[in-house]
């Protein structure tokens, strides 16, 4: 019986959650998660998510010298996972990739099929939503899941100490706040190793440091010359540009 998807819904407008996994991970982050996504439709509503099966997920949807390597794709997942693209209570608990809306779009797509197998453990919604969606009369025994609380609290069950983090932080001479850090996975929910989360930080951190300045010689702002060197790069520059141009004049 066939379980996956030819083809599957797309939003043309990108929710919150993929702008921001695109400012933080780029245009390569953000085309690893529309991968993930793709894949578990593929497959039906989830995907199993170990080292290996990324592997065979890497090797088969990316080719060339861009092919992204194990770590930068847990580094996808995680920040996915922060920002509830996928579970964290799924990966965490069955190690597996899903979630409510991918759940809702894939039974919405498969209503018309004579035969729909699900795995009721796995599933996020309801199964009066999914009833609903299929249009299947469930068996009445089934325990009905409720509705998710999406107001619950965030799970702080891996939450360190800020003074962990802090000297985490000093100890890798990271550059980013333990404090805000903190915040922030406080807010999201602390899912897997958050030392994980603070590699990825810092560099997120990195690629946001100011370019330095340059001036017309393509030298760093405030570059010293000896005054053989400014004689000579003056007068290259007054033979080419003529008397009072800028980029002669910057010399004195």
Not at 149 to 158: F, G, L, V
Request: glycine share 6%.
């Amino acid at each position: 019986m066939k379980q996956g998807l030819d083809c599957y819904y797309n939003s043309c407008t990108d929710s919150d959650s993929y702008i921001y996994l695109e400012m933080k991970l780029g245009l390569a982050g953000r085309c690893v998660a529309d991968k993930l996504v793709k894949k578990i439709f593929s497959n039906g509503y989830f995907m199993e998510y170990t080292e290996k099966s990324m592997e065979i997920f890497i090797a088969t949807s990316f080719y060339g010298s861009d092919r992204p390597d194990f770590d930068f794709v847990d580094s996808v997942v995680k920040l996915c996972v922060n920002e509830g693209i996928f579970s964290g209570e799924m990966l965490e608990k069955y190690g597996i990739l899903t979630s409510e809306k991918i759940q809702e779009d894939y039974f919405f797509a498969v209503k018309r099929r004579k035969e729909i197998s699900f795995d009721e453990k796995y599933l996020l919604i309801s199964t009066q939503k999914l009833s609903e969606l299929t249009g299947i009369i469930l068996e009445g025994e089934r325990e009905e899941k409720p509705e998710r609380n999406e107001n619950r609290e965030p799970k702080e069950s891996n939450a360190p100490e800020l003074e962990e983090i802090e000297e985490y932080v000093k100890l890798n001479k990271y550059t980013f706040s333990a404090r805000d850090f903190k915040a922030y996975y406080d807010d999201k929910g602390w899912f897997g190793n958050w030392k994980n989360s603070a590699q990825l930080w810092q560099k997120n951190a990195e690629k946001l440091k100011p370019k330095p300045k340059f001036d017309s010689f393509n030298n760093y702002v405030g570059a010293t010359y000896t005054e053989e060197e400014k004689k000579r790069i003056l007068e290259a520059n007054r033979r080419k540009h003529g008397y009072g141009s800028r980029a002669a004049d910057e010399l004195n």
